[in-house]
């Protein structure tokens, strides 16, 4: 499994990986860098507020 956040391209630890990527998907698709997209139940949406 991938540990490089699919929207950022950032890395991500194994662990994060293991909990919030799909078992047949590359890596997660977005990570906590991501402030743009946020996942909301199985997809992912653009962010409501500036979570910085």
């Not at 909990?19 to 949406?45: H, I, K, M, Q, T």
Request: with cysteine; glycine share 12%; hydrophobic share 30%.
């Amino acid at each position: 499994m991938g540990r490089t956040c699919q929207n950022c391209g950032g890395t991500v630890t194994e662990r994060y990986a293991r909990v919030f990527a799909p078992d047949d998907a590359a890596g997660p698709r977005v990570c906590p860098n991501c402030e743009d997209l946020v996942r909301d139940g199985a997809s992912v949406r653009e962010a409501r507020a500036n979570r910085g």
